[in-house]
């Protein structure tokens, strides 16, 4: 197989050369963004399972680094999170270093002995993440499981507070919480779910609290991705609102319906799981990236050497939307001008009765590959069709329609940002979005607004 630069995107992050999945250890520290990732260091198909990394300055220029955290022959390296241990508190650092800590799922090989355990062990860099050496304490927390992994590590409270791990229990479709003052002994405190979507696995959670409008309310959100299960087919990630008292995490709106579409998601593609957030970013900012692809066909997408991409950036905020019910909203952090990338910002009249079809498509004569989102104001839902989007039949699953609800008013605001393999849908401010990836014979860089079903 060929290489294939015309689907690598250009704001999205993607390993050069190789195999990636979730980010980890998203970290803010001295000016410097951090993302590590799920890697595989020499093969371009999930195994080795290492932590990649890569940094910025503005969140949308990433540069890749060395390998961070190694494969061995006694364990991966899987998903995880990183924290600036400013209070020395684990005892890393000599004087005058800031010790820059991992907590990453040490999930055993067959050579280990414990083939297929899962812990939680540490990492720690001296110098600002160019090298990390294993804590010779691991793993730091054991339960004698092999579905126990995902930690989500910050600290909660000020000068007298602790740190927070959030972990899953994935084939329990539970989320534990647990305290420690030093990152190396962990004390459990409680456990969420199962509650909602529980179709797959649970995986990769994240809590954070983030301000209500301007409101001076503050509420928690506890993101879970599942797999499969997700509202788009496939993996998927969902949200709770609620509240963290240092302790434990209690939703405000636990449904008891069976159907999907009465949960809180992340996104209504099929490409965006588990997203996780900054820790330390400056002004509070709640940032998060996701892995733009989806378990079912992850291995199969049609790209060399390199295969999947992260999400870009987004910004949170909650908002009381209609009915008092609080909803997460994610605004892209959007390239100015990036070569290849290309953003369309358009309102679509979805009164009832109106539909329409906005097509995304290559220059004309330049190919004949399409994304059709169609806006319903009746069905009060949005839907964007790949079936003719380019490559599709590398896996039965990926030729997708899918829906997103529309939560806003009678004129739906999209804005659409298309790069490379990569399409983000953010509707109405980013109350509902919904990403693809697309594998298009020529870049989608038109479009074109109609009546439903005239624009073909
Ligand atoms: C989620 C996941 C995590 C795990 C990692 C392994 O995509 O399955 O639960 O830590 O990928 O690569």
Redesign the pocket.
């Known amino acids: 197989a060929g290489t294939t630069p015309q689907f690598r995107p250009a704001a999205h992050f993607t390993a050069h050369g190789t195999w990636l999945?979730?980010p980890n250890g998203l970290l803010y520290h001295d000016g410097i963004y951090h993302l590590f990732f799920?890697s595989n260091p020499t093969g371009s198909t999930?195994g080795n399972?290492s932590w990649g990394h890569a940094t910025s300055t503005d969140l949308i220029h990433w540069h890749e680094q060395p390998t961070a955290i190694p494969s061995t022959d006694l364990e991966?390296v899987?998903?995880g999170s990183a924290v600036a241990d400013v209070r020395n508190t684990a005892g890393f650092a000599g004087p005058g270093q800031t010790a820059l800590v991992a907590i990453y799922?040490s999930?055993s090989t067959a050579a280990s002995g414990s083939p297929g355990a899962q812990a939680q062990s540490l990492a720690y860099s001296l110098d600002e993440g160019e090298t990390w050496t294993r804590y010779a304490g691991n793993p730091v927390l054991d339960i004698g499981s092999t579905e126990f992994?995902?930690p989500k590590v910050f600290w909660f409270g000020e000068e007298d507070g602790h740190w927070i791990m959030v972990v899953?229990n994935?084939v329990d479709h539970r989320v534990s919480f647990y305290s420690s003052p030093d990152l190396t002994t962990w004390t459990l405190e409680s456990q969420f779910g199962p509650a909602h979507a529980v179709g797959g696995v649970w995986?990769?959670p994240d809590l954070f609290a983030l301000p209500v409008d301007d409101t001076g309310e503050t509420k928690w959100v506890l993101i879970v991705?599942l797999?499969p299960g997700g509202i788009a087919g496939g993996?998927g990630s969902q949200y709770f609102i609620g509240d963290f008292d240092g302790r434990a995490f209690t939703a405000d709106r636990v449904s008891e319906s069976t159907d999907l579409a009465d949960y809180d998601w992340l996104d209504y593609g099929r490409d965006y799981?588990?997203p996780v957030s900054f820790n330390d970013t400056p002004d509070g900012r709640r940032l998060t990236i996701a892995?733009a692809n989806n378990?079912d066909y992850a291995n199969a997408t049609p790209t060399a050497p390199w295969r999947s991409s992260m999400s870009l950036v987004r910004e949170l905020r909650l908002t009381r939307h209609e009915g008092g019910r609080l909803r997460l909203v994610q605004q892209p952090i959007l390239p100015a001008a990036v070569p290849g990338v290309s953003v369309f910002d358009v309102s679509v009249d979805s009164s009832p009765g109106q539909r329409t079809e906005v097509l995304l498509a290559p220059a004309p004569g330049e190919g004949s590959s399409h994304v059709v989102l169609t806006v319903d104001g009746t069905s009060r839902t949005i839907t964007s069709d790949r079936t003719m989007s380019g490559e599709t039949d590398f896996h039965a699953a990926f030729a997708s329609r899918d829906t997103a609800p529309l939560l806003g008013g009678d004129i739906t605001d999209l804005r659409i940002v298309v790069d490379g393999s990569v399409l983000e849908v953010f509707v109405d401010g980013g109350l509902v979005t919904l990403t693809q990836q697309v594998f298009p014979d020529a870049p989608l860089s038109t479009i074109r607004i109609a009546a439903a079903d005239a624009t073909r």
């Open positions: 999945n979730d799920q999930w399972i991966m899987f998903s799922t999930a992994r995902d899953a994935p995986e990769c991705s797999n993996s799981y588990a892995w378990w």
